[in-house]
């Protein structure tokens, strides 16, 4: 019943943009943080950016400050991620996550859900 369904990514020239889509469903999505990951061809998954579940807290990895911007529409169980000014090893495939953090620091082993991917490819 839980669903993560991204969408957005494709190809894009390095310097262009893209804004990426998830849409929730089957879990109270005002109650989450929500983030997104990516894995970049035979490389680990790392964060890039979250998002608190009133959308006052947000967190950006260091190597996407000032080009992404994470936000959530939580009358529309969806979150985004502009992205600007994108390189060419930032190809990866973007993952959409949720997960329950009560206090806001600890992610929860438990109510953690995870979205099917979308390709992002920088290249000219």
């Known amino acids: 019943q839980v669903q993560l369904v991204e969408s957005g990514g494709g190809l894009v020239q390095p310097g262009g943009s893209l804004r990426l889509s998830c849409a929730a469903s089957?879990?109270?999505?005002?109650?989450?943080?929500m983030s997104w990951y990516r894995q970049p061809p035979g490389k680990e998954r790392e964060l890039v950016a979250d998002i608190t579940s009133a959308g006052t807290s947000i967190n950006y990895a260091d190597s996407v400050k000032g080009r992404f911007t994470i936000s959530r529409h939580n009358d529309k169980n969806t979150v985004y991620l502009q992205m600007n000014n994108l390189k060419p090893e930032e190809t990866a495939v973007y993952y959409c996550n949720a997960n329950r953090r009560p206090l806001g620091a600890v992610r929860s082993t438990l109510y953690n859900y995870w979205g099917q991917g979308t390709q992002v490819t920088v290249s000219s």
């Open positions: 089957g879990f109270t999505f005002s109650l989450y943080t």
